[in-house]
Each structure stands twice: as C-alpha cells, then as structure tokens.
C-alpha cells in the first residue's frame, strides 16, 4: 500500500504563483509514476501532470502536461523517496480547482484516472483577486 498526502494548497491571485507537494510512504519502491489530477464541482477529475521514472537512470525522467497548463506548470521529482512537487505559475481563475496527487507503477496513459492506483486526499487551490 502507498500513502499520499499533498500540501501547498492556498488562495492567490491571478498571475500569481503556487507550489503544491505530494509526499509518498509506505511500499514507494512499486511506484514509478506519479501525477497531479484537478476537479472542480460538477465536472470529471482532468488529468494535470505526471512524471514517469520508470526507464533509465535514477536522475532521469519524464514530464507528460495537460495543453492547459504547458509552460506555466512545473512538474517535478523531489527526492529518491518519492516526493513530488508542482509548480504552478501565471495561475489563472480556471485553474481552481481540488488537486490530486496520484501513483502508479506503471501507466499506458498518463492523462488517464483509471491507470493510477493510489490517491491522496487534494488540496484545495483557489485563483481569485
């Protein structure tokens, strides 16, 4: 079993900038992805960002956006123990939203809900002036 548990969530303004963390335990060596989902009320959760570091070397890895928010997020693998962050910059008022911190093993597609295993709880995020 793996535990997630996000932070960083808050209010801010337009323009401005937000750094969400996701903090994995437990069994985190069967996890080789891991991703940040958002809804809003009365909509479907929507894929935000994922990373994979499933191929290749311990440093090395891959970084998968939704059209949405490509160039103004960042996400990224903090440490070896499986902590990730998002960086979220030039927030917009459609970008409120609970996010989600989600993991894998592995993924066929990372924009997908279904292929992730584990969920943390979200974190609220709320773009307004």
């Known amino acids: 079993q793996v535990h997630l548990v996000e932070s960083g969530g808050g209010l801010v303004q337009p323009g401005g900038s937000l750094r969400l963390t996701c903090a994995a335990s437990g069994r985190t060596e069967s996890v080789f992805v891991m991703g940040w989902f958002r809804r809003v009320p009365g909509k479907e959760r929507e894929f935000v960002a994922a990373i994979d570091w499933s191929v290749g070397r311990d440093a090395w890895s891959s970084q998968f956006y939704a059209d949405s928010v490509q160039g103004r997020f960042t996400i990224s693998r903090i440490n070896a123990n499986n902590t990730v962050s998002l960086e979220m910059n030039f927030l917009k008022s459609e970008d409120t939203a609970v996010y989600y911190c989600?993991?894998?093993?592995?993924?066929?597609?990372?924009?997908?809900?279904?292929?992730?295993?584990?969920w943390g709880q979200g974190t609220q995020v709320t773009v307004s002036s």
């Open positions: 989600a993991a894998a093993g592995r993924v066929w597609a990372y924009d997908l809900v279904r292929e992730y295993e584990y």
